[in-house]
């Protein structure tokens, strides 16, 4: 093939690419893009709506800043609770379990030799089922008794035998299903009355 075929042949395919429009004697060429960037154009284009749709297309789908936002309260919230029952696991408890819980330790922790079985008490100790207290009337005053004991009244001191979910427990059980129980045996009363 010649130069002047091959000049020839590029004018007749370049004449077809003219477009129909001329400014001033330059005519532009219809030069179309290569295959493969209309296709990555493409592509593009159906991944953007495709993301569009999925963050902001359609209602209540939880991608919003708002429900984001409300996801991570409730994650925190969940996680603070979990801690706080990890932290003090008497929370997780039923009323009746922490009850159930004190009654037995009142068993098993010897209370029944100074106060009796049913907090009536004896030679040793007060009366647990009256309205009248010796140290005081508040339910953390019973807590600090039971944890710090009455030495010169001969009380031990639980806190090393008991946790705190334990004392928490056994005076949840004095003040709830002992007091105001009235045994028919009850010791008379001593110290200040308390309002109930």
Known sequence: M????????????????HEAHDFDGITELNNPAPNWIVLVFLVTIGFSLLYAVHY???PDN???QISEYNAKVVAFEKEKKEKQLAANPAAALSREEVLAS????YIE?????????QGEGNNIGPNLTDNFWLH?????ELVLVITEGVPEKGM???KSMMTQEQISNLSSYILEKLVGSNPSNA???QGLECAQ
């Open 109 to 117: 922790k010897g209370c029944i030799a100074c106060h009796g079985a």
């Open 156 to 158: 031990t001191p639980y």
């Open 102 to 105: 004190g009654a037995k330790l």
């Open 136 to 140: 005081g009337c508040k339910p953390e």
């Open 56 to 58: 902001f297309g359609y």
């Open 2 to 17: 010649t130069e002047e075929t091959k000049h020839s042949m590029d004018s007749a395919h370049e004449e077809h690419l």
């Open 187 to 189: 010791k008379q009363p």
């Open 62 to 64: 939880g991608k919003d």
